[in-house]
């Protein structure tokens, strides 16, 4: 299952937090800082506003792409996958050498 990814040129309208697509069709996005809630619109532009949860259940393709100890959240409403933000990286703030 090494297949490549596949990008679609025909789609310009790309929402910029967007990281991947997953074969299923699952969107994986990364968070915005202090994001809390989804942010995905649905077809009638109404916003999902799932709650983000940490999610360990994720299959071989997101392992691939993110590493088998990936911290993933996922929207309880739409299933949207969410990476943390590196802004949000729970460190003191200043970079300690
Ligand atoms: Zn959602």
Redo the contacts with the bound molecule.
Sequence with gaps: MAEPLHPEPETKAVDPNLVATLSGGTKVKRRLARQRA?N?KSDKGKL???HLKRWFFFGDEVKRQFGAGAEIYR?E????LYLPNPDEEPRSGTLSY
């Design positions: 989804c995905e999902c506003a799932g929207c409403h739409c299933q949207t």
